[in-house]
């Protein structure tokens, strides 16, 4: 039972376009989600967070948008850059113990130049 | 940010043999650390949450005796591979929090290549 959902395995913008990343989740009590940023044999680095009490954090060129109703996120990023190419994962978490993070089944990213 | 280490990067061994990985929390205290493991192509997938001072959490489908899970500090976690074979080859993760009992980012380790021959 996948909880978080990348429905696009890979997109392809041009450089200076924007990016647009989606994330879908099933459980409602996740209030907490995360967006990393994944290079091939190294671990995620964190990118940006948004938690459920908002529906926009903006930080830089990346904008997480949550919509809770349709249990719907998505990362922008303009404008898109080349550097910008990789593996993208949304993760969510509730409020459980420990907090662990669900993580979605990741988005690559090619930035054209 | 907050620093996780882990070591080795990249190992190969036979099978049948088994192999440590470590997870350290290079500049903060962390009683809990999160083992990942990521297929080809695929997402990361929880193994367990590894407890301080206790036995660790796996989650549903990750057998606790071919996966032994030790956080014997507030700064290491070790995850070992029992009896390794080849369908055990990976890229394993740990991350850990730097804020306890709380939401907050998670900071991963550079993850171990484990090829199993």
């Known amino acids: 039972d996948q909880q978080v959902k990348q429905n696009s395995p890979s997109l392809s913008v041009q450089e200076g376009r924007i990016s647009i990343l989606n994330c879908d989740y099933t459980n409602s009590m996740f209030d907490y989600f995360l967006w990393y940023k994944k290079y091939p044999a190294e671990g995620p680095t964190f990118l940006i967070s948004?938690?459920?009490?908002?529906d926009k954090n903006e930080d830089g060129r990346f904008t997480v948008f949550l919509n809770k109703s349709a249990k719907h996120l998505s990362l922008h990023i303009v404008p898109s850059q080349p550097g910008d190419s990789a593996v993208y994962f949304c993760a969510a978490s509730g409020t459980s113990g420990t907090y662990k993070y669900i993580f979605g089944t990741g988005t690559r990213l090619k930035v054209l130049a | 940010g907050a620093v996780v280490s882990q070591h080795p990067s990249r190992v190969i061994c036979k099978s049948g043999t088994s192999v440590k990985i470590e997870c350290r929390s290079l500049d903060f205290q962390a009683t809990t650390m999160f083992w990942y493991r990521q297929f080809p192509k695929q997402s990361l997938m929880l193994m367990a949450t590894s407890n301080e001072g206790s036995k660790a959490t796996y989650e549903q489908g990750v057998e606790k005796d071919k996966f032994l899970i030790n956080h014997a500090s507030l700064t290491l976690s070790t995850l070992t591979v029992t009896s390794a074979h080849p369908e055990d080859s990976s890229f394993y993760i740990c991350?850990?929090?730097?804020?306890?009992?709380?939401?907050?980012?998670?900071?991963f380790g550079e993850g171990s290549r484990l090829t199993v021959l």
């Open positions: 991350s850990a929090r730097d804020q306890e009992g709380a939401h907050g980012e998670l900071f």
């Open positions: 948004i938690s459920s009490i908002k």
